[in-house]
């Protein structure tokens, strides 16, 4: 590394830092005590999986307000606990709905990840209750039993979590999605569906995070939602252009699924190079707003990281 | 009424008032922004249903730890409406329950109190998010977002209430139920499958309630666990013995049904009027449990009251 970017974040070994304190955690979560099927259901969704996306966010957001997470410390620091927690309880709220998601009742799906579906390797009724289970799993993580976060802390990130996951959030935008199939939807009822489906629970990552040491200022706040909002949907708009460019392998996951599905995505209604540039408006306005948050470079560095990671991402 | 019962226990008007509060609070909480079909699915899931047996004992627990539930004065108070919050809560939680159980890939049923289930009236995909959406809707009214109730009695709450529901109580159970099917269980392990199965749920409600005004004592608040576990067990033993006595119409869902799906049962291990006596049994240890409360009679005579309801029900 040159001299001149000595001082520059480095985001792959954040991350990784990051990711190990996330997957120890979840590991810890779903102990041996659990029946069997339903055990290793949960630890089939869960572990050794995906980007961890929100978990980062959440981290990252925890990061940008002050919240020290180094390793060494961790343990005694009830803010970096709970930004921990909520990073973990985010990514149940995430794997739970993939579970759901993939059943024959709705997607039926068969591959994730490059590998068997839940259902698939476990039966539907074993999906069901294990997807049931890493919901509550979740705002276990966020009310730890032994007074290591604080309680004011637990209950702003409960709040937040049950909103962002029911009904006014991801389960509302699957219903959207559901009703919508076969039917031309416009701009903004597409993004209304994706505010909703994707990017209730991408915003509500960052949220997570920045309360995790207390409920920071107002301006603050504000600013890293809307960071959190438009990279939610530039996240979605990527992921349809994905859907048409990327090929199964790539994925992990079925290829040319929406467009087969006739499910109305940015692509079928923007076409490949407009969803293209709106994907890169959305990632400048997320940067426009971290800018309005007041916070330095420095602090935000692993939000920018991030929501750079977003957009340029391949699968 | 005798003048020597004008100081009784009104049981009948005590939950009539109580359900009228919970009825209130349950219908507030969907809101009419809900997406159409799965806002419908589930009002149509919780609304006008049930015996409410769960939100009941929430109640009668709170009250017994010297919460005020009067109508006129309970919007005042924190603890109140705490206790009405997980009233409603630990009833969504057991109706998203129903709706998933009730599921083709779980028991395949088309009946329930007397209705169309869930996924029959609004078809498989909208069901399982109902479900999904329920069992957040259930933490987020632990949590209100306007300062009504404290914090600390948030957080300890959504802690007992995400444990009971998750994989070391009600899901854990269904786990252990799905993979006994067809085994020869013992007695043990029937018990162990309902403590976690139902009865994780009952006791926790009661439980709620206990520390809806803040954590009372350690003897008060393991009386009133012991009271509810044994007085869930009793529930099950109940639920087994009505299966092989009531029919379809009274219990508004399918008699006979365990027997049928060759589910282990109370009256399949121990036979119709053993069942029956260990049902007695569990009543009259949960009384055994309230006086070892140190509470008064007065305090728990709405406990009582739904305690023998249990024990006497017909459906």
Same mark, same amino acid.
């Given at each position: 590394?040159?001299?001149?970017?000595?001082?520059?974040?480095?985001?792959? %070994?954040?991350? %990784? =830092?990051?990711?190990?304190?996330?997957?120890?955690?979840?590991?810890?979560?779903?102990? /041996?005590?659990?029946?069997?099927?339903?055990?290793?259901?949960?630890?089939?969704?869960? *572990?050794?999986?995906?980007?961890?996306?929100?978990?980062?966010?959440?981290?990252?957001?925890?990061?940008?307000?002050?919240?020290?997470?180094?390793?060494?410390?961790?343990?005694?620091?009830?803010?970096?606990?709970?930004?921990?927690?909520? /990073?973990?309880?985010? =990514?149940?709220?995430? !794997?739970?709905?993939?579970?759901?998601?993939?059943?024959?009742?709705?997607?039926?799906?068969? *591959?994730?990840?490059?590998?068997?579906?839940?259902?698939?390797?476990?039966?539907?009724?074993?999906?069901?209750?294990?997807?049931?289970?890493?919901?509550?799993?979740?705002?276990?993580?966020?009310?730890?039993?032994?007074?290591?976060? %604080?309680?004011?802390?637990?209950?702003?990130?409960?709040?937040?979590?049950?909103?962002? /996951?029911?009904?006014?959030?991801?389960?509302?935008?699957?219903?959207?999605?559901?009703?919508?199939?076969?039917?031309?939807?416009? %701009?903004?009822?597409?993004?209304?569906?994706?505010?909703?489906?994707?990017?209730?629970?991408?915003?509500?990552?960052?949220?997570?995070?920045?309360?995790?040491?207390? +409920?920071?200022?107002?301006?603050?706040?504000?600013?890293?939602?809307?960071?959190?909002?438009?990279?939610?949907?530039?996240?979605?708009?990527?992921?349809?252009?994905?859907?048409?460019?990327?090929?199964?392998?790539?994925?992990?996951?079925?290829?040319?699924?929406?467009?087969?599905?006739?499910?109305?995505?940015?692509?079928?209604? *923007?076409?490949?190079?407009?969803?293209? +540039?709106?994907?890169?408006?959305?990632?400048?306005?997320?940067?426009?707003?971290?800018?309005?948050?007041?916070?330095? !470079?420095?602090?935000?560095?692993?939000?920018?990281? *991030?929501?750079?990671?977003?957009?340029?991402?391949?699968?």
């Amino acid at each position: 590394m040159s001299e001149q970017f000595s001082n520059a974040f480095n985001f792959k %070994e954040w991350s %990784e =830092e990051r990711l190990a304190q996330v997957e120890q955690a979840l590991k810890q979560g779903i102990d /041996a005590q659990a029946p069997a099927g339903l055990g290793n259901a949960m630890r089939y969704s869960v *572990l050794d999986g995906g980007k961890r996306l929100r978990p980062l966010l959440v981290l990252a957001a925890a990061q940008a307000v002050g919240v020290d997470l180094e390793a060494a410390t961790v343990s005694d620091q009830p803010s970096a606990l709970a930004a921990i927690h909520a /990073a973990c309880a985010v =990514e149940l709220i995430h !794997a739970y709905s993939l579970v759901h998601d993939d059943m024959p009742c709705m997607d039926n799906d068969v *591959l994730r990840r490059g590998k068997p579906t839940v259902h698939v390797k476990y039966g539907e009724a074993q999906a069901l209750l294990a997807g049931d289970a890493l919901q509550a799993l979740a705002f276990e993580f966020l009310t730890p039993q032994d007074a290591s976060t %604080e309680v004011s802390v637990q209950a702003a990130q409960v709040g937040l979590l049950a909103r962002a /996951a029911g009904y006014e959030g991801m389960c509302g935008g699957q219903a959207i999605d559901l009703a919508s199939v076969g039917l031309p939807l416009n %701009e903004a009822q597409l993004r209304q569906m994706h505010l909703l489906k994707t990017g209730a629970l991408l915003r509500c990552s960052v949220q997570l995070g920045a309360v995790s040491a207390g +409920k920071p200022n107002t301006q603050v706040f504000e600013a890293l939602s809307n960071f959190a909002q438009a990279l939610g949907l530039a996240f979605q708009v990527v992921d349809d252009v994905l859907d048409v460019t990327a090929d199964s392998a790539t994925l992990g996951k079925t290829a040319g699924k929406d467009a087969a599905s006739d499910k109305p995505t940015y692509v079928s209604l *923007l076409g490949l190079t407009e969803a293209q +540039k709106f994907a890169e408006k959305l990632y400048a306005e997320s940067l426009a707003a971290l800018d309005a948050s007041g916070l330095s !470079a420095n602090a935000t560095a692993a939000l920018r990281a *991030l929501a750079s990671q977003v957009v340029q991402r391949k699968n």
